[in-house]
């Protein structure tokens, strides 16, 4: 443990113990937002409902957010390495798989808006777009955390010792990436087997 | 700066970590479990689906939070802060629904 580096009374990094506190808090704000659209998933009040979903494409932007858990995992890794080269190399694929996940979600809200899904048509769409929204919100905040992170290391204000900085970055992605294996399976799949069959 | 400085000491020291291979081997065990979720889709696996999905998603949630957020290796109040707020979420998620369940009860 670097010396400038307080422990809590636990023996624990406190910005590590800072970190988990508010991902703790973050999962019951998601869970309101799942919470909210389980109940309202047959409230469509007329407009489209879970059939508009593209269940492939999904799938694909699903896939490319889970692998960047991979590279944010190995820019970590190089970190605690000293290799402050590939870390910035790995970051940079993080927030590139970060801003393709994303890209997908605006492409999917515009078809979805065209189809007639707004977000004031019915409480099914409210919950959706509210959800899967703040969700990309999340999405690219961390896009603009990593991209701090890959300035700051490039301009040696991030020292191949402070790895922690790192590895709370990588921790707020996960984060993100989890909420999406949560979503991707009660918001997409499982109502699209339930309601359609 | 050097780009592969070699740090004195790094600030997460002391925990053991896995290797990147063991980080690749669990990215392709969740990409085979994710490709199995969007099977689903594709193929009809009737009544056993929908648990399925659920005990997938259990487990991509709990590879990643264990693997890749180092909870499996890190100091248990990690994992108990991360479980309450998952607790919270469900106990919500219970309230809501009695609550919705009650709001459509027919009256006498």
């Given at each position: 443990m670097s010396t400038d580096v307080a422990t809590t009374t636990?023996?624990?990094?406190h910005r590590k113990l800072g970190m988990w506190t508010f991902l703790g808090s973050e999962f019951l704000f998601f869970g309101a937002f799942v919470s909210a659209y389980l109940l309202y998933l047959d409230t469509t009040a007329g407009g489209p409902g879970?059939?508009?979903?593209?269940i492939p494409f999904t799938s694909i932007s699903s896939f490319v957010l889970l692998m960047s858990s991979l590279t944010m995992v190995l820019a970590h890794h190089a970190h605690t390495k000293g290799d402050m080269r590939r870390m910035r190399m790995w970051i940079l694929a993080t927030a590139g798989q970060g801003a393709v996940f994303l890209g997908g979600q605006v492409f999917e809200f515009n078809v979805f808006f065209r189809e007639?899904?707004?977000?004031?048509?019915s409480p099914f769409a409210s919950s959706f777009y509210v959800l899967t929204g703040f969700h990309g919100l999340h999405v690219f905040v961390g896009i603009l955390l990593l991209s701090s992170l890959y300035v700051l290391s490039l301009t040696g204000?991030?020292?191949?010792?402070?790895?922690v900085k790192t590895e709370m970055i990588g921790l707020y992605w996960h984060f993100v990436d989890i909420i999406w294996v949560v979503i991707f399976t009660v918001v997409y799949l499982i109502p699209e087997i339930a309601v359609i069959g | 700066m050097s780009t592969t400085d070699a740090p004195?000491?790094?600030?997460?020291?002391?925990h053991a970590h896995p290797t990147p291979k063991q980080y690749v081997n669990i990215a392709i065990v969740l990409a085979v479990l994710t490709a199995l979720e969007v099977s689903t889709y594709f193929l009809d696996f009737g009544t056993i689906a929908i648990p399925m999905l659920v005990v997938l998603m259990v487990v991509k949630f709990l590879y990643v939070a264990g693997w890749f957020m180092h909870l499996k290796f890190d100091s248990p109040i990690f994992s108990r802060l991360m479980y309450t707020g998952l607790a919270f979420a469900l106990v919500l998620y219970a309230v809501m629904a009695i609550v919705t369940l009650f709001d459509h009860a027919p009256t006498i």
């Open positions: 636990l023996g624990i990094d879970v059939e508009i979903f593209d007639g899904l707004e977000l004031s048509t204000k991030i020292k191949p010792n402070q790895d | 004195d000491q790094t600030e997460s020291e002391g």
